[in-house]
């Protein structure tokens, strides 16, 4: 089974950056995708950024285009989400997830995901 851990969030002012990662262990040879969806206060999960495995192909909200990157590190099984000129919008809990099926759902959906990790603060300040 694959199991996620996130981490890397925490406070910082607006305009500033954050880098978040998320290992995967467990059964990884079967992910396709990882994606970063957030929750933020009071609010519906909402999609960020996934990567798929195969051709490292990726997708982005239009909230954080241009201002985040998702990349990836084979050799680690890890995820990583970079966040540039963060804005108090960007307050949210940071979630990681992973699928072993690619296709049947669009990238941003967040019902394609199967494994979610626990997730981590990122709070902005203005």
């Known amino acids: 089974q694959v199991q996620l851990v996130e981490s890397g969030g925490g406070p910082v002012q607006a305009g500033g950056s954050l880098r978040l990662s998320c290992a995967a262990s467990?059964?990884?040879?079967?992910?396709?995708?990882m994606g970063w969806f957030r929750q933020p206060p009071g609010k519906e999960r909402e999609f960020v950024a996934a990567?798929?495995?195969?051709?490292?192909?990726?997708a982005y909200a239009d909230s954080v285009k241009d201002r985040f990157t998702i990349s990836r590190d084979n050799a680690e099984n890890t995820v990583y989400l970079h966040m540039n000129s963060l804005k108090p919008e960007d307050t949210a809990v940071y979630h990681c997830?992973?699928?072993?099926?690619?296709?049947?759902?669009?990238?941003?959906?967040?019902?394609?995901?199967?494994?979610w990790g626990q997730g981590t603060q990122v709070t902005v300040s203005s």
């Open positions: 467990g059964g990884t040879f079967r992910i396709t995708a």
């Open positions: 997830a992973s699928t072993d099926v690619v296709g049947l759902l669009p990238l941003t959906n967040v019902g394609l995901y199967d494994r």
């Open positions: 990567i798929k495995w195969r051709d490292y192909s990726t």
